[in-house]
């Protein structure tokens, strides 16, 4: 079948593949969406640990100068894990594989714990780059739902599983005082309880994938074929390079690493200057955080629509024009208080679930299904490795000229890139 197109959108491959598909409201795709959504939702409320709790770490640990590079070191572990997870994708299955990367987030982020607990700025980073891994299971259920909700409503079923990121993403870093009383109360540094909370949803995300993965599981694995290995023979190098070639799954990448570099930056050290200005304490710095990471994954259903009905490139293009705006009023406002820098994180949220949303579905669609997994791999690999060199020059643009250069920067990076959009697009 041919994928629906849209004015301004690259041109898309053909596919000679059906998609699967849907079997009514109770049947196996609804199931598979349904855990996803679950898994990830649980699983989300894991991911402060390393973006919000490892800046304030790396801060306390070895200076200011060096708050980026935890952030850094997770989403370097990000990219590497994609390529496993996507990897693993063909040969266990996208839950399997979804399993094994939350199981390696725990893992890391126990070795932060010990980091913690040693004052190993060393292991610290070691720990953020394994911790990686749960990021990359939460992040990659995205195309597993794009996958179950086929080609008419790839947008809106990745849309909604996006948006159950925001049911724990938002929550968690509001845990940041909470969970740290918790975790002095247990003879562990404050900073670790955030690493605690992520080990305990990482697990129950992980359990709940596996279940769902095995067709044996009552009522759990209805989904089962729908998150399991693809049939077929097994996807050469030579058919990735090719499907590499398609115009939109080039601009697609760019546009997912741009998106998250603007983002991760940014992010890498808004937290050290909040808490580095007027002393404002580690609740509200949370409930900032926790509006942020809200306009990134709340517009979810309604972005996935967008995306779907007037084509992912218009998505991404708005999304880049917002995260301009973002770095613009973070040059003009004070974002040393609370409220000026609310709105510039909250405009930068929604401007990251638009590209990423569009940039998602763009990839998802823009190449035959059995080399889905191994594109996708790809578009992940580019944002950590985007985000990855982004965060630690972030903490040292503001280290020379504040938080407003590094806004400027953001800002025009994303002008930059929609831009470039534009020219990709044009007719």
């Given at each position: 079948?041919?994928?629906?197109?849209?004015?301004?959108?690259?041109?898309?491959?053909?596919?000679?593949?059906?998609?699967?598909?849907?079997?009514?409201?109770?049947?196996?795709?609804?199931?598979?969406?349904?855990?996803?959504?679950?898994?990830?939702?649980?699983?989300?409320?894991?991911?402060?640990?390393?973006?919000?709790?490892?800046?304030?770490?790396?801060?306390?640990?070895?200076?200011?100068?060096?708050?980026?590079?935890?952030?850094?070191?997770?989403?370097?572990?990000?990219?590497?894990?994609?390529?496993?997870?996507?990897?693993?994708?063909?040969?266990?299955?996208?839950?399997?594989?979804?399993?094994?990367?939350?199981?390696?987030?725990?893992?890391?982020?126990?070795?932060?714990?010990?980091?913690?607990?040693?004052?190993?700025?060393?292991?610290?980073?070691?720990?953020?780059?394994?911790?990686?891994?749960?990021?990359?299971?939460?992040?990659?259920?995205?195309?597993?739902?794009?996958?179950?909700?086929?080609?008419?409503?790839?947008?809106?079923?990745?849309?909604?599983?996006?948006?159950?990121?925001?049911?724990?993403?938002?929550?968690?870093?509001?845990?940041?005082?909470?969970?740290?009383?918790?975790?002095?109360?247990?003879?562990?540094?404050?900073?670790?309880g955030l690493y605690l909370v992520a080990i305990?949803?990482?697990?129950?995300?992980?359990?709940?994938?596996?279940?769902?993965?095995?067709?044996?599981?009552?009522?759990?694995?209805?989904?089962?074929?729908?998150?399991?290995?693809?049939?077929?023979?097994?996807?050469?190098?030579?058919?990735?390079?090719?499907?590499?070639?398609?115009?939109?799954?080039?601009?697609?990448?760019?546009?997912?690493?741009?998106?998250?570099?603007?983002?991760?930056?940014?992010?890498?050290?808004?937290?050290?200057?909040?808490?580095?200005?007027?002393?404002?304490?580690?609740?509200?710095?949370?409930?900032?955080?926790?509006?942020?990471?809200?306009?990134?994954?709340?517009?979810?259903?309604?972005?996935?629509?967008?995306?779907?009905?007037?084509?992912?490139?218009?998505?991404?293009?708005?999304?880049?024009?917002?995260?301009?705006?973002?770095?613009?009023?973070?040059?003009?406002?004070?974002?040393?208080?609370?409220?000026?820098?609310?709105?510039?994180?909250?405009?930068?949220?929604?401007?990251?679930?638009?590209?990423?949303?569009?940039?998602?579905?763009?990839?998802?669609?823009?190449?035959?299904?059995?080399?889905?997994?191994?594109?996708?791999?790809?578009?992940?690999?580019?944002?950590?490795?985007?985000?990855?060199?982004?965060?630690?020059?972030?903490?040292?643009?503001?280290?020379?000229?504040?938080?407003?250069?590094?806004?400027?920067?953001?800002?025009?990076?994303?002008?930059?890139?929609a831009l470039v959009l534009a020219l990709a697009?044009?007719?």
């Amino acid at each position: 079948m041919k994928p629906t197109s849209h004015p301004g959108d690259p041109v898309v491959s053909d596919r000679a593949e059906t998609e699967p598909t849907g079997e009514g409201p109770a049947g196996p795709r609804r199931v598979a969406l349904v855990l996803l959504a679950l898994a990830t939702a649980v699983g989300s409320a894991g991911l402060a640990a390393g973006g919000t709790a490892g800046a304030l770490l790396g801060a306390e640990l070895a200076g200011t100068e060096a708050a980026g590079l935890p952030l850094g070191a997770l989403v370097v572990g990000q990219a590497a894990s994609a390529v496993l997870v996507s990897r693993g994708t063909a040969r266990i299955g996208r839950g399997r594989s979804l399993a094994l990367g939350y199981v390696l987030g725990i893992v890391g982020a126990a070795v932060v714990i010990l980091a913690a607990l040693g004052g190993s700025f060393a292991a610290l980073l070691a720990g953020s780059a394994a911790l990686g891994a749960g990021n990359t299971a939460v992040f990659m259920a995205r195309y597993a739902a794009a996958e179950a909700g086929g080609g008419a409503a790839r947008g809106r079923a990745l849309g909604v599983v996006l948006f159950s990121i925001a049911l724990g993403a938002v929550a968690s870093p509001g845990l940041l005082g909470p969970s740290g009383e918790a975790a002095r109360a247990v003879g562990l540094p404050p900073l670790a309880g955030l690493y605690l909370v992520a080990i305990l949803c990482f697990g129950v995300a992980a359990l709940l994938l596996s279940a769902a993965s095995n067709p044996k599981t009552p009522y759990l694995g209805r989904g089962g074929r729908l998150l399991g290995p693809p049939c077929g023979p097994r996807v050469t190098r030579e058919e990735i390079v090719v499907g590499m070639d398609a115009p939109s799954a080039r601009v697609a990448v760019l546009a997912l690493a741009a998106t998250n570099l603007v983002m991760v930056a940014v992010m890498a050290v808004a937290p050290v200057h909040l808490v580095a200005h007027d002393g404002h304490g580690l609740g509200p710095v949370g409930i900032v955080v926790g509006l942020h990471v809200a306009g990134m994954f709340a517009p979810s259903p309604v972005s996935g629509w967008a995306a779907d009905r007037v084509g992912p490139a218009a998505v991404v293009g708005v999304g880049f024009l917002l995260m301009a705006a973002s770095g613009f009023l973070g040059v003009l406002l004070d974002t040393g208080a609370l409220a000026p820098m609310t709105l510039v994180l909250l405009a930068l949220g929604v401007g990251w679930n638009l590209g990423a949303v569009g940039g998602s579905a763009m990839l998802a669609g823009s190449v035959p299904r059995r080399l889905r997994a191994h594109i996708e791999g790809i578009g992940e690999v580019s944002m950590g490795l985007a985000a990855g060199a982004g965060a630690p020059i972030a903490g040292l643009v503001v280290a020379f000229g504040g938080f407003a250069a590094l806004s400027l920067a953001g800002a025009l990076v994303a002008t930059t890139a929609a831009l470039v959009l534009a020219l990709a697009c044009r007719p």
